[in-house]
């Protein structure tokens, strides 16, 4: 099963207005975090976002903010007020367990391309 | 402060031929893990150490090998390389013990012909 989908291959938002970018997850740890990534067409993976199992309050970094439904088991990531520098592809990533040797692997989805028009 | 940093940025090999990646991480992370990233997926993981000791092997074969240094830089090498080797390779550094989260490099992207 896949541990994380992103249902959406493409989005289209208009410059200024808020985007919803889908993930959902699965894992039987109690522990774990997700991560939100974006991917512009350099290459380079840039750290958006990351929010942990047990925090309560769902995390925010400026523009981003992450809307976590620990229930459903989903992460989504809101921006809002896109602009056109925000076109790029958009991966959610999982990390499980806690101080365990693979605290660091991360498991990808498949990713959202953005695309931000005037 | 530096952010990760990858070299080379481009490389084109033969098929069977031998590659080695460099990265340096953060300063103050002790963490390294490699990605793989085939074109139109998402990050692969391949391999994590943490105080110059693998912690985390991906499901790659044993062409793939890594170290990490006193300094915490690390290499990955690959051997007898396969078209399918094709791909961007990316480095991650975490600070490590209580802090997930995980900064990427620019990558280097490696053509097998």
Redesign the interface.
């Known amino acids: 099963a896949q541990k ?1 989908t992103q249902t959406q291959p493409g989005m289209f938002v208009q410059e200024k207005e808020a985007v919803t970018l889908d993930c959902t997850y699965d894992t039987s740890d109690p522990s774990y ?1 997700l ?1 939100w ?1 974006k991917q512009p067409s ?6 958006l976002i ?1 929010q ?1 199992s047990y925090d309560q309050q769902n995390a925010t970094e400026g523009r981003y903010s992450l809307n976590f439904q620990k229930a459903r088991k989903s992460a989504n990531l809101v921006i809002s007020a896109s602009q056109l520098g925000d076109s790029a592809m958009y ?1 959610c ?1 999982m ?1 499980e367990g806690v ?1 365990t ?11 959202t391309r953005l695309q931000v028009t005037l | 402060d530096a952010g990760v940093t990858q070299s080379p940025t481009h490389l084109i090999k033969t098929r069977g031929q031998q590659v080695t990646l460099r990265c340096s991480p953060i300063s103050g992370h002790k ?1 390294v ?1 490699w ?1 793989q990233q085939v074109l139109g ?5 391949i391999f ?1 150490y ?1 105080e110059k000791e693998e ?2 092997r ?1 499901n790659f074969p044993d062409r793939f090998s890594a170290r990490q240094f006193p300094n915490y830089s690390s290499e990955l090498n690959v051997n007898a390389l396969l078209l399918g080797d094709s791909a ?1 390779y ?1 480095c ?1 550094s ?1 600070r490590g ?2 802090e ?8 280097t ?1 490696l053509t097998v012909t």
């Open positions: 994380i975090g991560f990534y350099s290459g380079e993976m840039i750290f990351y942990g991966f990533a990390r101080n040797g693979t605290a660091s692997k991360l498991t990808f989805g498949t990713g | 963490s893990s990605y997926q998402g990050p692969q993981f994590q943490y912690r985390g991906g961007l990316l991650a975490r013990g209580g997930y989260e995980q900064y990427f490099g620019p990558g992207r």
